[in-house]
C-alpha cells in the first residue's frame, strides 16, 4: 500500500523502508536516544510550496517525508485564496476552483473608483484547503509521506552531511529525522530558517480575514480598498465566495493598532460603498504577511521556500504562485545536488541564482513601487485615482493587467498618464528611466524591518 496523506487522529505513517545514503545505523543525541527515521528530504510545512517540492522530488525518486504541525492539511486557512491561472497549471488540476473573476475595482478613501472588466478571466476565487488537501495528495501518490501533528524543534548532532532534526508530536512522543536535506516550508516564523541562522530582513503584516455572508456587490469583480485609517501599507479587500457572500479583509503595517480595528473600518467603509451594513462576519482568518529579503535562501543540507522565505510578492502579499515556483525551481536543484552528493550551502546557492534570474527582476520593482506606495497619503490616494481615471487607463489595465507581475502594469500606466509623474517626479521619473532596471534607485530606509533568526 503506498504512502498517505495523514488525517485528523490518524497514526503517522510507518518509516520508510530503506534508509537514506549515508545515515545507516545512525545513533544521535546523547544518552538514550528516542526513535530515528532516515530519508532523503524532510520537509516541513504541508503548504502549496512544501508539498509542491515534496512532489517534485518524490516523483524523481527520492525519499521524502513532510512534516505539518496541524492536525490536518489545509486548516487553518492561511489566505484569501485568489489565484492566477499559473497557480492552477502549476497544480496540474482546476478541482479547487470555485469561480472566475473578470474584473476588479479600486477605491480611493473617499469611495472614488476606478474599475475594468476583461473578457477572460483574470484570476479564480478557490477552495483555498482543498488546494493544500490537493496539492498534498498528489505528493503522497508520488510517494512522499505525510506526518500531521508534528512539530520541527530544531536541530541535533549528527555525521557529516545529515541533518538530524528533532520532532515533537501531538501525543507527547518525540522522535529524530536524518535526512541529507531539510526543507522550510514553515511559513512566516519559520523554525526552520531559525535553527539554520538563516536571517531574514522582514516586516510582518497582521492581516485579518472573514467571510460575510449574503454580501451585495459583483460576483464577478474583486475590490481593493485603500487609505491609511483602514489598511496602511496595503489594502483592504473584497473578493466575492461565489455563493452570494464574500471575502473581505485587510493586511496592515504592525503599528500598534489590532488588525480586527482596521477590519472592522473596513467593514464599515465597504457599507458606505454599498449603501447599508453588511451582515456580520463568521469563519475568521488571522495570520501574517512576511514583506523582505533574504540574503539567502540555503545552508549547509537546508533551504526555504514559499513564506519562510519571504517570497511573496510586495505589492500584494500573494504568495502562492511565488512559493509554489520557487518550489519546482529548488526541487530541480535540490535532485541534482542529491544525485551528486553535495549539499552543502555552495552547491545549494544555485537556487538563489536561478529564482533571482526568473522572478529577481519583479522582486526588485516591486520593493521600489511599495516604498512609494508605503508613503502615501489619503490625499495622495485621491490625486492617484483621479490621475487613472482621467488618464483612461481601463483598456491599459486589461491589456496588461497581471496579478502575478503587477509591475508591468504600474509601468505602463506611468508611461500613458503624464499626471502620475507629477505626483511623484523623482522618485518614478528614476525608476522609469532605468526600466526597473536591475538595481532600483535608492530612496530611504523605508518602514523597519526586523531581522527574524
Known sequence: MGPRVGRPGAAPPAPFPRPATGAEGLKVGGGPSPSV?????????????????????????????????????????????????????????????????HGAAVFSPSLRSIAFRAPDPRAYVIDRARLDRDLADRAARAGAEFVT??????????????????????????SEIACRLVVGADGVASAVARAARLPRRIEILPAFEAEIPNSPGDPDRVEIYLGNRIAPG??????????????????????????????????????????????????????????GSLDRWTADGVLLVGDAAAQVKPLSGGG???????????????????????????????????????????????????????????????????????????????????????THVARQLLLQ????????????????????????????AGPRRRSAT
Not at 58 to 85: K, M
Not at 157 to 174: I, K, L, M, Q
Not at 428 to 436: F, N, P, Q
Open 37 to 101: 527515521t532516515t530519508v532523503d528530504v524532510l520537509v516541513v510545512g504541508a503548504g502549496p510550496a512544501g508539498s509542491t517540492l515534496a512532489y517534485e522530488l518524490a516523483r524523481r525518486g527520492h525519499a521524502v517525508r513532510v512534516l505539518e504541525e496541524h492536525p490536518r492539511v489545509g486548516y487553518p486557512v492561511q489566505c484569501a485564496g485568489l489565484v492566477s491561472e499559473r497557480v492552477l497549471q502549476l497544480a496540474g488540476s482546476r478541482a479547487m476552483v470555485l469561480g472566475p473573476v
Open 320 to 406: 502562492i504562485f511565488t512559493g509554489m515556483r520557487a518550489a519546482g525551481i529548488a526541487a530541480e536543484v535540490a535532485d541534482a545536488a542529491l544525485s551528486a552528493g553535495t549539499l552543502d550551502a555552495r552547491s545549494l546557492s544555485e537556487y538563489d541564482r536561478r529564482f533571482d534570474r526568473e522572478l529577481g527582476e519583479e522582486f526588485r520593482r516591486a520593493f521600489y513601487l511599495r516604498r512609494i506606495f508605503t508613503r502615501l497619503t489619503d490625499e495622495d490616494f485621491e490625486r492617484l485615482l483621479l490621475a487613472l481615471e482621467e488618464a483612461g487607463t481601463a483598456a491599459s489595465i486589461v491589456a496588461f493587467g497581471d496579478i502575478d507581475f503587477p
Open 234 to 291: 496595503l489594502f483592504g479587500w473584497w473578493i466575492p465566495d461565489t455563493e452570494g457572500g464574500a471575502r473581505v479583509g485587510i493586511a496592515a503595517r504592525a503599528d500598534g493598532t489590532p488588525a480586527r480595528t482596521y477590519f472592522e473600518r473596513l467593514r464599515a467603509q465597504i457599507g458606505r460603498r454599498f449603501g447599508r451594513e453588511l451582515a456580520g462576519p463568521v469563519g475568521f482568518l488571522v495570520s501574517g504577511i512576511p514583506i
Open 417 to 444: 498618464s503624464p499626471s502620475l509623474l507629477r505626483l511623484f517626479p523623482k522618485a518614478v521619473g528614476a525608476w522609469l528611466s532605468r526600466g526597473g532596471g536591475p538595481r532600483a534607485p535608492d530612496l530611504d
Open 149 to 174: 501533528g508534528a512539530r520541527f524543534d530544531g536541530f541535533g548532532d549528527g555525521p557529516p552531511g545529515v541533518r538530524v532534526a528533532r520532532v515533537s508530536h501531538a501525543d507527547g512522543r518525540s
